[in-house]
């Protein structure tokens, strides 16, 4: 028996940051580019810009910005604020996990065994 | 900014125990009762007892037992195993919970505090 999680955040009730939103700005930190980013969510350009502005409004903060010139011609990266919400969110989500096998270890009497088993 | 977190337990990848399974288990030892409890659920008898089946068949033990007789004729309750199963799930969710609002106010700065304002 494993335990298994799921964490978001949310503002008054308004789901404001999940996993999902974090692999879309991680996909743009790793391609430099929201369109690529898009691509590899399985989103449209429009549908993935829709979310990052989205999620930008419900921060606060300026998440994305447009990079012009260089040698692919120009594309997106995360803006400092957006780097750090990817970082501590990636740490959150890490920890998180980590926490809820400590719990299930300690209320159930450690990891590999179910709660049939105590 | 609020941290929210759902957890369950899954063994090889199947669903074995959630919050769901729990409030159905929190209903029987309230009713002494599988069919007031399916009835509270908006489940079918046949229904709630086939979650229970599953449930005693993925864990391996019974957890809820006929009752017969007296004042009320007979009902429903949970096992020593299925209160068991009851009160650590429970302990479980609650611990869960304050675990990640604790690991939010670690990574993000403090309770009250989102990701925006650090």
Same mark, same amino acid.
């Given at each position: 028996?494993?335990?298994?999680?799921?964490?978001?955040?949310?503002?008054?009730?308004?789901?404001?940051?999940?996993?999902?939103?974090?692999?879309?700005?991680?996909?743009?930190?790793?391609?430099?580019?929201?369109?690529?980013?898009?691509?590899?969510?399985?989103?449209?350009?429009? =549908?993935?810009?829709?979310?990052?502005?989205?999620?930008?409004?419900?921060?606060?903060?300026?998440?994305?910005?447009?990079?012009?010139?260089?040698?692919?011609?120009?594309?997106?990266?995360?803006?400092?604020?957006?780097?750090?919400?990817?970082?501590?969110?990636?740490? +959150?989500?890490? =920890?998180?996990?980590?926490?809820?096998?400590?719990?299930?270890?300690?209320? +159930?009497?450690?990891?590999?065994?179910?709660?049939?088993?105590?």
């Amino acid at each position: 028996v494993q335990p298994r999680v799921k964490v978001w955040l949310e503002e008054d009730g308004r789901l404001v940051m999940s996993e999902y939103r974090l692999r879309l700005l991680a996909h743009v930190a790793e391609c430099g580019s929201l369109t690529e980013a898009a691509t590899r969510m399985g989103l449209s350009y429009r =549908r993935a810009w829709g979310k990052v502005k989205e999620l930008e409004q419900n921060l606060g903060v300026t998440l994305v910005e447009s990079v012009h010139g260089g040698a692919g011609g120009g594309g997106s990266a995360l803006t400092p604020a957006g780097r750090m919400l990817l970082d501590r969110y990636a740490a +959150f989500l890490a =920890r998180a996990e980590a926490a809820i096998n400590d719990v299930y270890a300690d209320v +159930f009497g450690g990891p590999g065994r179910g709660p049939s088993s105590t």
